[in-house]
C-alpha cells in the first residue's frame, strides 16, 4: 500500500517510545481510535532529537484530552476548549518547549474555536493534533461541530440541521500554514506527520479521522475501510504526483479553476499530467481545494497538504524584546521608578 | 506680578475643569496637576468622564470631568467641592455647579453660551446663572473661544486645531489664579509635539493670552495662594494607580528573577496596566493580548506552568469570564496574579465609574470550594505595593491572588515619594532544585503547605496536572472520596496559613472608643480625611481601619473590633464587606454605610453619617 512506502528510518535519538508511557492506566474504551494516535505520537518523539523534559503536552477536555496523564512527559490537562490559549502561553513563556496541544472536534471547534483560529492566525509554534471522532465522546454522544449534517445523535435525535466545519478549510482559512490529515489507524504516516509538525516552526494542525467505537463508530469507514482505502484516499507527499488507486492508475489535474479525478491511461492522461504536491506555496488557494476534497466526487487527502514558512510569534516576540532591550534607557526597575518627571522635596 | 487683589492664604483648594469630552478636560487638569505636584503642593486627583468616546456634543452625557485637590498639608482626597470651577460650555455647568462651594468661583467660557447650547444643556430660560440659582457665586464670564480664536489668528491652522486649543486658554487663566508658573506646561508642549513647531507655538500662546488676560481685566477676585505641602524630605513623581499596578508587577519580575508574562483582554478601567506593561519590553515584559479574558487567563497560566511570574488584568465582567480558569488555577496550584480594576456592575454596568461590588465574585465567584488570596489597594500609589505584594504571595505560597484595585484608584493619580528597590524584599519561589529525588508534585512545605513548582522543561520532574482531583501527594487523579475532602481542607488551609504573612491591621486615629470606621480598598482617602475632620472639628474619640488584606483577614482582626463601641464598614455597595466580616467575625454588632451611584464617597456626608451615630451614643 502506498502509504506504508515510507518510514521513519531516522535513529532514535531520544529515550525509546515506552520511555514516553507514564506510569498511569489508559482508560480509553478497548478499540478506540485514541490508543493508535497515542502509539505513533509515542513512536514519533524519539526521532525528534529532543530530550524528553521538553516535552509539553497540553490538552483541554473530552475524551482524547486525558492523553498527557498517559505521558511521560509535563503535562497539563486543562479545561473545555482552552487548551489552544494554555498551549500559547506555555510556547510563548518558553520557546524551548516543544508543545503539542491534544484536542478533540469538539474541544477545538465548538468551545474552543476562537482560540483555535487565533493561534493559528498569531502562528504561535504549537503542534495541534485534533481527534476528530465526529461527535462527543465524554459526555456520551451529542453532535459536534464536525458531525455530517443530518447525523443522528443523543442531541440530534432527527438529524441534524447544521452544516458542519471542515477543519482543513477552517485552518486554512485563518491563515494556517500548516494542515496535516491522517487516519487514527495509519501509525506509519501518522509518525511521518508528526515528525513534519514538529520540524514545522509555526502552529501546525493535524486533523487525525479517529473513530470512537462505542458513539459514532465506523463514521469514517466510507474512507477508512480496509476494502477501499486506497481508492477513496489520497496521500499527499511535497514534491510527489498526485496518484492514487489500489493499483495506482488514478490521479488529480487541475482543470481550469477545479481539481479534477482522472484515470491514468484514460482520455490521454499520463502521469505527466498530473498535480505535483508543493506543500509550501504561499497561496492558499490549490491547498484549499486540497483539503476540502471529499469522498464521492474526490478521494479524500492525507498527508501535509499545506506548510508555509513563516516567523512564529514567540521568535517575533523575543526578537522584539531584543531590539527594545538594546534601545532601552533603563537597567533596573529604580530606573524606570525615576523615569519622566520627579521631583524633590528637601 | 502685581495684583490688586487680596491675596488669600489657603490650606488647600480644590479645582475642577469641566467640558465636552471633546475639550480636552483630561489633559487640562493633568497638567494642573504636574504643575502644582512640581511645585511641591501633594493632591489627588479625579477623572470622571462618560464611556462613550463621543457622547453628543453639547449634552450633559458628554461632559467630562477631572477634579484636583491641592494643599500645602497631606491631601487624600480629590476633595468633595471644588473652590474654582471652570465651565466650557453650558452643559458643563449644569452638571457641575452643584458641586461648587458656597461662595466659589465659576469661569465659564462666554461663547459657548448661545441659546442652542443652553438648550442642549436642558436650560429652558436664557440666563443659566438664575436658573441655576448661582447669584451667590463669583462668575467670571470670559469670552475664552473668541480670544484663542484671536490668538491664533496669524498662525495659518485650520479651525479645528484653533478651537482644540481653547483648554489652554483656561489653564492659562487658572494658573495666574494660583500662581503657577507656566514653564512645566510649555516644557510639556515642547515634548510632546517635538516635530510640530507650530503646534507648539499655538498652544504656548493660547496658554499665555488665558493668564495674560486674567491679569489684565483684573475681574479675578479672589487669589489663592498654596505653599509647597509639609510633605516627608525623598523624589516624588505623580502616579496613577494603573501604572503603580504595572510598575509593582515588574518589580515583582526583578526581585523574584522571573520573567513576567501577562495575559489579558482590553477593558476599561483595566487596559492602562495592559498598556504599561506592553510598554515594557526592556524588562523582558512578554504581554499577550488575548482574543478574550479566558483565553487572557489560560495563557497566563500556560506561562505559570513554563515558569514565569504570571498575570492576568480585567475588570468586573473580565472576572466573570475568567472564573473557571481561577478554578483550575486553584487546583493546579500553579501561581497567578488576577488584577480586578472594579467598576459599577453588574454586567457591563457603568464602565468608567467606581465601585467595590466585586469583593463577592473575588472571594466566591466560582464553582465548587475555591478558596483564594484576595488583597486590595487602598490608594494609587499603593497599587505598587501591592501588587507587589500579590506576586510576593502568589509565587511563595502557590495559590492565586486576587488583587482589587477600582477605577478611582486607577485612573486618580497623587505624589508619590518613589522607593528604593533595595528596600523590598527578594521573592523566593519554591521551584525544585535541580536533581532533588524523591520529587513528587503535590508534596507540600509543612509551614506554608504550598506545593514545589517544577518547571516544565527541567530534567527529572516530568509530570502531569489538571483540573480533575488529584491525590494528596502524587497528583494522580484521583476520585477517592477522602482524598477529597481532605484536599478540599488543604486547600482552604493553604490560603489561611498566608495570614502569617499578613501584617497586623493598623487603627489611624482613636485607638478605642465610640466608633470604629471600617472600610477597604480605594475609599481610604474620604475615610480618612473624615476620621481626620471629625477628630479635629467633633473631638470625636474614632478610629479608622482600611483593610488591604481580605482573605485572609489580618490575625488582629477581631481585638481591633474589640476596642470599639460601635463597628461602622462603609462600602461602595449594598455590604459585602461587612457580610464577609460578619461571617468572619460574627460576635460584632456591624453597622453599614453605602453608597452605589457610581461616585466616591464625599467626606460630608461621611461625616454627617458618623455624627449621627455619635450624638445617638451620647444621648440616646
Ligand atoms: C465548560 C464545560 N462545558 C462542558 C463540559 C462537558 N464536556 C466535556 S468533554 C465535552 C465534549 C467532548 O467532545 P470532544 O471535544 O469532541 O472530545 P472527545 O470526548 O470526543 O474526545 C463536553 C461538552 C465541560 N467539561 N466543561
Ligand atoms: S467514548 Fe469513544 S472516544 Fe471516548 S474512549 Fe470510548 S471510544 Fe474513545
Redesign the pocket.
Known sequence: MAENTKYIDTKETSPSPKDFKSDQEVRWCPGCGNHAIMNAIQKALPHMGIPREKFAFIS??????RFPYYMNTYGFHG???RATAIASGTKTANPDLSVWQI??????MA?GGNHLIHAVRRNVDINIVI?N?E?????KG?Y?PTSKLGAKTKSSPYGTIENPFHPGELIIGAQGRFFARSVDTNMNLNQEIFLEAEKHKGTSVVEIAQN?VIYNDKTHAEITNKKYKEDRQIVLRHGEPMIFGKNRDKGIVLEGLKLKVVELGKDGYTEDDLLVHDATLKDPGIHLMLANMQYPNYPVAVGVIRAVKDETYERKLENQIRQVKEQSEFGCVDDLLHSGNTWEVK | MDKKQDVIEREEVVVRFAGDSGDGMQLTGTLFSDTSAFLGNDLSTFPDYPSEIRAPQGTIGGVSGFQVHFGHRQVNTPGDYADVLVAMNPAALKANAKWVKSGGTIILDEDSFTPRGLKKAGYETNDPIKEDHLEEFNIIKAPITTLTKEALKNLDLDQKSILRSKNMFALGMVYWLFERPLKYTEQFFERKFENQPKIIEANKRVLEAGYHYAETVELLTPTYKISPAEIEKGTYRNIDGNKATAWGLIAASEKSDLELFCGSYPITPASEILHELALRRDFGVKTFQAEDEIAGICTALGASFAGSLAVTTTSGPGLALKS?AIGLAIMTELPIIIVDVQRGGPSTGLPTKPEQSDLTQALYGRNGESPLVVLAATTPSNCFHYAFTAAKIALEHMVPVILLTDGFLANGSEPWKIPQMSDYPNIKPPIVPRGEKEWMPYARDPEKLARTWAIAGTPGYEHRIGGLEKDELTGSVSHDPQNHEKMVYLREEKVNRVVRDVPNQQVEGSQEGDLLLVGWGGTYGHLKTALDELRKEEALKIGLAQFNYIKPLPANTGDIFNRFDKILVCELNRGQFMDYLRMNHPKFNYLKYNKIQGQPFTTIEIKEHVKKLVEVNHYG
Open positions: 483541554g477536555i473530552g475524551c482524547s484530552s479545561i473545555h476548549g484536542t478533540g472536534d469538539g474541544d477545538s468551545i481527534f471522532n461527535i462527543y465522546g465524554l459526555t451529542q459536534s470512537c | 473557571e
